[in-house]
């Protein structure tokens, strides 16, 4: 199924309304299918069970931006180490079948995603030309997504829980930058450490850093709830 070709075919990359099983079959295509179909399967389980996932999903369908997964999610091979990315042209996040393996891994990529198209939504974020734009959704997702969650058990004990959270969001925002954007080491550190404290303590939509996966499912079920207060009014 060599989707990315039919893409630019088509036009599929900005508007796309793939069809999986209407592709025809070719002993490359099937070959690549594995890859592809292992990488469908990981995100329907992520979209179906993960809380940050669910989560985010609810919050941009309330928003006006419901998302749809053959639409809006690609999986694609990618070049290096990428795991994932957002395409703002398309509104279409591309996820790296070639880099993604696990089950966890697949769940953060999505989250961390998701974060761009929850901001891409609500904002009309100049991804390309505001480089505070970009560091902001960057620190979000890195803060939001779990990144800097899973080494939270060893590091703790080298810094302390919040310290080390701070620095690998700060960290971790700063690499996504500088990964897409040609700008030096010291502009993207002064543009990062600008906005960190206001884009740092934005936790939209999750109402609080989810540390963990146990966070993320009360944060979710505080969200689908937030309307019972207002329904009685
Ligand atoms: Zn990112």
């Given at each position: 199924m060599d989707q990315t070709k039919q893409e630019e075919e088509y036009g599929y990359d900005l508007f796309p309304e793939r069809k999986p099983g209407e592709h025809k079959k070719t002993s490359i295509a099937e070959?690549?299918?594995?890859?592809?179909?292992?990488?469908?399967?990981?995100?329907?389980?992520?979209?179906?069970?993960?809380?940050?996932?669910?989560?985010l999903l609810s919050a941009m369908k309330s928003s006006g931006c419901k998302v749809f997964k053959d639409r809006h999610f690609s999986c694609e091979d990618c070049d290096g180490t990428v795991s994932g990315g957002f395409d703002a042209a398309s509104s279409q996040i591309v996820l790296c079948q070639n880099n993604i393996h696990q089950q966890s891994h697949m769940n953060r990529v999505v989250t961390h995603e998701l974060i761009h198209a929850f901001d891409h939504c609500r904002a009309h974020v100049d991804w390309f030309n505001n480089f505070r734009h970009l560091a902001c959704s960057e620190i979000r997702a890195a803060n939001l997504s779990g990144d800097c969650s899973f080494t939270n058990e060893v590091a703790r004990f080298n810094f302390g829980l919040k310290r080390h959270h701070q620095e690998c969001v700060r960290g971790r925002a700063l690499r996504s930058i500088l990964a897409v954007r040609k700008i030096s080491r010291a502009e993207a550190e002064k543009i990062v450490d600008e906005v960190f404290d206001s884009c740092f303590n934005d936790h939209a939509p999750f109402g609080r850093i989810p540390h963990s996966k146990r966070d993320a499912k009360f944060a979710y079920r505080d969200y689908m709830n937030r309307d019972r207060y207002y329904a009685n009014l």
């Open positions: 070959s690549l299918f594995t890859f592809n179909h292992k990488c469908q399967v990981m995100l329907q389980f992520a979209v179906e069970t993960s809380p940050y996932a669910k989560l």
